[in-house]
């Protein structure tokens, strides 16, 4: 059972990215799919978040209206794109599965894939 994530990169403020979390061993169509970041010296925090079916989306305040949470059944993966991307959405990303219909607590998310870096520039 694992979660790969991909898709950092450094960009401009302003610019676009977006991340990929593509699970091996088990279907993510089963389980709800969270992305955490953690900013340099301050905890990790919830950014999004589908349920198991796919009809159910959660984004935190702060990322609200400019990222979006999707997944792709056939490849197994989960997206997030992240548009009008600003300086204080620099941090490590992280995916991670949950066996709960949909979660927003670290605590509910069982298993977590290895981050990637996102760095926007000014």
């Known amino acids: 059972v694992q979660l790969q994530a991909s898709g950092g990169g450094a960009v401009q403020a302003g610019g676009s990215l977006r991340l990929s979390c593509t699970a091996s061993?088990?279907?993510?169509?089963?389980?709800?799919t969270g992305w955490f970041r953690q900013a340099p010296g301050k905890e990790r925090e919830d950014v999004s978040c589908i349920s198991s079916s796919g009809a159910n989306r959660y984004y935190a305040d702060s990322v609200k209206g400019r990222f979006t949470i999707s997944r792709d059944d056939a490849k197994n993966t989960v997206y997030l794109q992240m548009n009008s991307l600003k300086p204080e959405d620099t941090a490590v990303y992280y995916c991670?599965?949950?066996?709960?219909?949909?979660?927003?607590?670290?605590?509910?998310?069982?298993?977590w894939g290895q981050g990637t870096q996102v760095t926007v520039s000014s």
């Open positions: 991670a599965a949950t066996d709960l219909a949909i979660a927003i607590r670290e605590v509910d998310f069982g298993s």
């Open positions: 061993g088990f279907r993510l169509d089963y389980y709800a």
